[in-house]
């Protein structure tokens, strides 16, 4: 993480002089931080002492389909549950959070018999307090397509976007809220336990959607991570579960796809290539080459 004045700092991300209206004098310490794979935020610390971190708007949001906005209202609406960083203000610009102290988890740095219940704290949380348009996940995947700009129109890559753009035929369970991004990378252990950050990517959602993506990236089996799921909640009905995860894993992989071959559009680095590569081969793989 660099270091820099805040002039030097503003300089280099002029969204950041949204923010000397709210600081009462100039922040003394700004520092790059990683807001995830998506963008470069801001660690500020006043001269109060208090810390900060500033998730600015930028054209890879657009790209992503992140919204700030959405971001502060899903902070706001689970405040009380004091599980991801507290907003502080929101403005097209960018986002302003508190700092969450602590260390960022590495694998195995949490096990699956605690970030289950994290999860389900999550999605047990009454999805009406949450003031945001449900997610889509048609929308989501025309979005990346269209982004890539027609790049990949007669490959494999179109082959599996026309066989994977739709919602699975399963029975339905109710909405809830989502985090879409809940790997290691994104919690924090510190003196209050573990906190959720990076909620750019959240929405309201099926929950065995959610639940896909959290098993892939924990390496879970599906059987084992969906009964201990289940047992968590209370939930008797284990099959409807297993059915839907099941139904959204080759859609969660085709995302991720997309995902990193617009990472890869947008950062031209071969990393993000090769996971695209690698999901391809995925599902490529268990659609016997499309056979089927």
């Known amino acids: 993480m660099a270091w820099f004045s805040w002039q030097q700092a503003k300089q280099l991300d002029p969204s950041l002089n949204t923010l000397d209206s709210f600081f009462a004098s100039p922040p003394v310490k700004v520092q790059t931080v990683t807001g995830g794979l998506t963008n470069r935020c801001w660690r500020l ?18 790209a992503f389909a992140i ?17 991801g960083p507290k907003p502080v203000f929101v403005h097209e610009q960018g986002l302003l959070v508190e700092w969450v102290p602590g260390e960022t988890l590495t694998k195995p740095g949490i096990d699956i018999e605690e970030l289950l219940p994290i999860a389900a704290r999550i999605h047990e949380y009454p999805a009406t307090a949450v003031p945001l348009v449900p997610f889509s996940y048609l929308s989501r995947i025309d979005h990346y397509w269209l982004e890539l700009a027609g790049q990949y129109v007669g490959t494999e890559y179109e082959a599996l976007y026309l066989k994977w753009r739709s919602e699975p035929s399963v029975a339905q369970v109710p909405a809830a809220l989502c985090h879409f991004d809940l790997g290691c990378y994104n919690l ?18 099926d929950p065995r959607l959610d639940l896909t993506l959290i098993l892939q990236l924990a390496d879970v089996p599906i059987e084992q991570g969906v009964e201990q ?5 209370g939930i008797e009905d284990v099959a409807l579960w297993l059915e839907g995860v099941r139904a959204w894993m080759p859609r969660t992989r085709m995302m991720a796809m997309f995902w990193y071959l617009l990472a890869y559009k947008l950062w031209d680095d071969e990393q993000y290539l090769s996971s695209a590569y690698e999901f391809k081969d995925l599902l490529c793989m268990e659609d016997h080459c499309f056979e089927n």
């Open 45 to 62: 610390e006043s001269s109060e002492g208090l810390a900060y971190v500033w998730r600015p708007t930028s054209n890879v949001c657009k």
């Open 229 to 233: 799921y289940c047992q968590t909640r």
């Open 67 to 83: 919204s700030r906005h959405n971001e502060y209202q899903v902070l706001n609406a689970i405040s009380a549950l004091n599980l």
């Open 188 to 205: 924090v252990r510190g003196e209050e336990g573990v906190k959720v950050i990076d909620w750019e990517y959240a929405g309201l959602a």
